[in-house]
Each structure stands twice: as structure tokens, then as C-alpha cells.
């Protein structure tokens, strides 16, 4: 996913995604879906610690995304931006139920400013 991100413009990375211009509420997950969910999240934050590349917070919950999609799992994925010493950063973060599976860390500094979902 890190080369598509590298290489494919973020429209073509999204065509299967549903964008939405306001947050909607997410999906509830049942107990077995939940576990998928976290375990899919878990492997995909590790794995990327391993990569001899950069497996920055986009690449991940892209990956998180399609995986989770295989696996008939609704979530939502998240872009967020924010001011820093002027200059602006963003940060992509995936969610399922009220979990957050990748980009965790610190997204709650970030303003969302795009959010898409699946099934």
C-alpha cells in the first residue's frame, strides 16, 4: 500500500470508499467482527514497525481498510490536519465500532477534515 500511496493519486487510493461531508455515526460490530477488527488493526501497526520502508499513518489504515473490507467489516477512516509551527500536518486514522485500530497516537490533535466509510 506504501507504493500505491507513493505513486496513485488519493482519489484513485478512495474509489471504493464512501466519502462523507459531515461524521455520521459508526456501525456497531459484533463480538466476532470486533476481534477480527482489532486483531487486523494490531497486525497491520506491527508489521509496519518491521518494514524497511516508512509505513506512515496513511499507508497503515489504508491497509487496515482493505483488510477489513475483505473480511466484511464496516469502519470508518479518518484525515485530520493541524497547525505546527506553521506549517500544516496531517494524519489518517482508522476506526471500527468505537475503536481505533491504526493512527492512534495524537489523532485527537488533528481536525478532521475528510472521513470515509465502507459497507
Known amino acids: 500500500m506504501r507504493a500505491c500511496v507513493l505513486i496513485l493519486p488519493f482519489k484513485q487510493l478512495t474509489t471504493s470508499l464512501h466519502h462523507h461531508p ?17 486483531t487486523i488493526g494490531w497486525a497491520v501497526v506491527t508489521a ?3 518494514t524497511p520502508w516508512s509505513s506512515n499513518c496513511l499507508a497503515q489504515a489504508l491497509t ?5 473490507s475483505q473480511h466484511h467489516i464496516p469502519g470508518m477512516f479518518f ?10 500536518e496531517a494524519h489518517a ?3 471500527c465500532d468505537n475503536h481505533i485500530l491504526t493512527g492512534k497516537p ?13 459497507l
Do not use: M
Open 48 to 50: 509496519a514497525r518491521y
Open 79 to 88: 484525515l485530520g490536519v493541524k497547525k505546527h509551527e506553521q506549517q500544516l
Open 93 to 95: 486514522w482508522l476506526q
Open 106 to 118: 495524537g489523532h485527537e490533535r488533528f481536525t478532521i477534515v475528510s472521513n470515509f466509510s465502507w
Open 22 to 38: 459531515e461524521l455520521i455515526p459508526y456501525k456497531p460490530l459484533d463480538h466476532n467482527q470486533l476481534i477480527d477488527a482489532k
Open 64 to 68: 487496515a481498510q482493505r483488510l477489513l
